[in-house]
């Protein structure tokens, strides 16, 4: 490259330390310092929107109304769906992208550094507001974490609007940290770490943040049009006026279902890497991984109507929105098979990553089934806004996305705090997690094949057992996750030194650097062999 | 490969928070006030609020870019850090692409589907019922519910107006292209005076598409409100033109600093970023004008 580079003033700003106090962390340009505040940011909003869930199974641990009123009830629901996936899912991800993309690819920090920092204070700038919608005149969003129109816009609380420019702040926070994530991974990689050679992780995290570029905006022109329909006059979402509710499902949807890839691709990524480290067997079908999450991330894009087959689309649409759901099965079926042999004849043990990692290869594809047979256009016409649904998709999100997060929090956390953690009260979590998410969740397969319809804070008299068991296993899922702060902190505070590589079968970049891993890394690239 | 030795971090940076601070307060305005609005609540603080979030977020692009290019004139920038800026840049635009692609699928799917069936066209004619008799044409200029979302009594023809807007906006493209070879070449004097001649026709573009609202608004009842036609016309005019507005004030910053003597033959991404969304800007008025306006 042919470029004048001035030696003098690019060295010299490497090789400083952080800053002091408050303002390093809002002033910071550091990605493991934004990363941190994205994983402590989520955890927060994961504890937040948990609170609302136990909220909600409050309710449900009897039938008849007990403890909040129908309204709060749904302004319980909306928040939990809207905070878990915007504000828990999202911004952990991103944190562990900005923790270790740099690492596992060489890079001296993210690409945009600046921008980093704006993408991540957008959030809690967002959040504040949606939070605060709670307490304004009328209540908070009630129309469900989907914000159907109607609901949302004729009927929707005069709060809608914030909720509306919340939507917007954080979709240019993803978009920008999208950006940033693609700009590095194509731009910052070692010499000699060709795309092929790059850790999963970082091929995942390069599909995702393509995902959000395509789709962050689609939302965000959603959340205009009924912006435009409730204050403006325009008549997007109202058929007197020639336009179409159902339309806002579509748009919704464009978004949604390549979302709800956002929220599970990375996750595919970090098992892919903690799988192979623990059976100490090099992962199986890397090629085949790469490809499989390409093709799911295209499948993404066609498949949205499967979440409105109850709404009156035409036959062909049903027909052919149903085979496109089906066809992600494969791709993801080639996943699962990878992971399944990768720890075939493996020499494996069960730290708490892997604990939590095995545990998403097989509830995670327990979700995915129920996919499947939501994915039936005849068969939804049962299961559709029944629990059944709200089984499924928390069984491809918490022990999916969340075990997934909590798999990679364990496998890197001595690298970020240069210590082991606690490894009995980690597997105390993670049992804790397991025997309470499945208390929580299986039981809602039953009832809702049996017909009881979800966000509805009565039920039916022969639910009550049912859900009797639901809440007392999101009541144990819930504590746990105090413990897991427990289990940090402590962490964070001392423990076991850890080696550069406490893993013996790691593989990665991430290892080669001390743990804890110095302020400023690869401030001159690596050599990859 | 050199370009990799030193890449460059910046060190710690005020104009991100502060830009999250002008967002956050200037949308809180901005919702105040269109809730007064909405509820005919007198003596809204809305807009000052707005006002002072806009404030903060002119300061912040003030001095964020401001910082930027100080930065790349100092020559902190390598090879490698314009790489990043141009991913940057193309994914930012590819963003623009889908934000606009949601309102053209809107339109289409309108077009298409809901509208049809509204008239009781095919299987899901059943709609129909809802307002029994009502007639299905585009442009619709009648609506379902009339007393809710009086119909236009006309729209804009294509070979008026829009044509013209596409002649300027269009050669605007052109002009362009000429300031940019000339940069190439280090043609000072053609470069600004092909720079200045395009913000101009931006702007004129701009005059005559406020013209246009003003006849549809005043002469032809064609408003936001009245029905869907209405609704998809001005949201995707709308928002091409705020983008134009945009695009034709990142030129006049390239055109000021291109006659402060900024920019060399070789380096120059600044002005080809401009460039480029300017282009893009250009493809979507295409767009519009061809499914807008003429079909």
Not at chain 1, 114 to 139: D, H, I, K, Q, Y
Not at chain 1, 239 to 248: C, I, M, N
Not at chain 1, 364 to 375: D, E, K, Q, Y
Request: aromatic share 18%.
């Amino acid at each position: 490259m042919s470029a004048v580079i001035d030696h003098g003033h690019a060295g010299h700003d490497h090789h400083h330390g952080p800053a002091k106090g408050l303002m390093r962390w809002v002033l910071t340009t550091n990605h493991k310092d934004i990363g941190s505040m994205y994983l402590w940011f989520s955890f927060a909003m994961f504890l937040l929107g948990g609170s609302m869930a136990m909220v909600i199974r409050a309710e449900l641990f009897q039938p008849g109304l007990q403890i909040v009123q129908p309204e709060f009830f749904n302004q319980m629901t909306t928040m939990h769906g809207l905070i878990m996936v915007f504000g828990a899912v999202m911004p952990a991800f991103v944190g562990l992208a900005n923790w270790m993309i740099p690492l596992m690819i060489g890079a001296p920090d993210m690409a945009l550094p600046r921008m980093n920092n704006f993408s991540f204070w957008l959030l809690p700038a967002a959040f504040g507001l949606l939070v605060s919608t709670l307490f304004m005149e009328g209540g908070g969003p009630n129309f469900g974490w989907t914000f159907y129109a109607p609901l949302s816009t004729t009927y929707a609380p005069e709060s809608v609007t914030f909720f509306i420019f919340a939507v917007h702040l954080m979709g240019i926070s993803s978009i920008m940290g999208a950006i940033n994530v693609v700009a590095t991974i194509l731009n910052l990689r070692a010499p000699g770490m060709t795309l092929m050679k790059m850790p999963l992780f970082v091929w995942t995290w390069l599909i995702t943040a393509f995902l959000l570029i395509a789709v962050m905006p689609v939302l965000a022109g959603c959340v205009t049009m009924m912006l435009m329909d409730i204050h403006f006059g325009t008549s997007f979402f109202s058929a007197a006026g020639g336009g179409d509710p159902v339309l806002f499902q579509h748009v919704f949807w464009f978004f949604g279902h390549p979302e709800v890839y956002i929220m599970i691709l990375p996750a595919f990524g970090a098992v892919s890497s903690i799988i192979p480290a623990f059976a100490r067997k090099p992962l199986f079908g890397y090629t085949s991984m790469v490809y499989a999450t390409a093709s799911i991330a295209f499948l993404s894009f066609i498949v949205w109507a499967h979440h409105m087959f109850t709404v009156g689309i035409p036959l062909t649409g049903e027909l052919f929105f149903m085979y496109a759901t089906m066809l992600i099965a494969v791709p993801t079926g080639v996943k699962v098979f990878n992971w399944a042999s990768t720890m075939w004849r493996g020499s494996m043990t069960f730290e708490a990553p892997m604990l939590f990692s095995v545990a998403f290869v097989i509830l995670f594809t327990i979700g995915g089934f129920s996919g499947l047979m939501l994915a039936i256009a005849p068969a939804d016409f049962q299961y559709h806004d029944t629990y059944f649904v709200v089984a499924h998709f928390h069984y491809v999100l918490v022990p999916g996305a969340i075990f997934g997060i909590f798999a990679s929090a364990y496998y890197w956390l001595p690298k970020w705090t240069g210590y082991m953690y606690d490894e009995t009260l980690a597997k105390l979590h993670f049992w804790m997690s397991f025997i309470g998410m499945n208390l929580a969740f299986f039981p809602m397969h039953f009832v809702g094949l049996a017909g009881m319809p979800r966000r509805i804070p009565d039920y039916n008299m022969m639910f009550a057992n049912f859900n009797m068991v639901s809440s007392i296993g999101a009541f144990m899922f819930g504590v746990t996750q105090l413990l897991f702060l427990f289990i940090v902190i402590k962490c964070i505070r001392g423990g076991k030194p850890a080696g550069a590589k406490p893993w013996d079968g790691a593989e990665g970049l991430e290892w080669t650097v001390p743990s804890p891993a110095p302020y400023h890394t690869f401030s001159t690239p690596p050599d990859v062999k | 490969m050199s370009s990799h030795e030193h890449y460059y971090v910046p060190a710690q940076s005020k104009w991100p928070i502060i830009a999250t601070l002008g967002l956050l307060i200037s949308v809180y305005g901005v919702g105040t006030w269109f809730n007064d609005l909405s509820a005919n609540r007198e003596g809204s603080n809305g807009p000052l609020i707005f006002f002072i979030g806009g404030l903060f977020l002119a300061y912040m692009l003030f001095g964020w870019f401001g910082n930027v290019i100080k930065e790349s004139r100092s020559g902190l920038y390598s090879a490698q850090m314009d790489r990043s800026f141009r991913w940057g840049m193309s994914w930012f635009i590819f963003s623009e692409v889908m934000f606009f692609a949601a309102f053209f699928g809107v339109l289409f799917y309108v077009r298409t589907w809901a509208g049809p069936w509204l008239g009781g066209e095919g299987d899901k004619g059943i709609s129909n019922m809802l307002w029994e008799g009502f007639e299905y044409t585009w442009p619709l200029l009648n609506t379902p519910d009339p007393k809710l979302y009086p119909a236009p009594s006309g729209v804009i023809g294509a070979w008026g107006l829009p044509l013209i807007n596409t002649i300027l906006l269009v050669s605007s493209s052109f002009t362009l292209t000429f300031a940019h070879h000339a940069l190439r070449k280090n043609q000072r004097k053609p470069l600004t005076l092909w720079l200045a001649l395009t913000v101009l026709l931006g702007a004129a573009f701009l005059v005559l598409q406020i013209e246009e609202y003003i006849h549809a608004y005043t002469e032809l009842g064609l408003t936001l409100g009245s029905g869907i036609y209405g609704a998809t016309f001005f949201m995707l005019t709308g928002f091409h033109g705020a983008h134009v507005t945009m695009g034709a004030i990142i030129l006049t910053v390239m055109l000021i600093r291109v006659m402060r003597g900024h920019f060399t033959g070789e380096q120059h991404f600044g002005f080809e970023a401009a460039a480029w969304y300017w282009h893009f800007v250009d493809v979507v008025w295409i767009g519009l004008f061809v499914f807008v306006y003429v079909l």
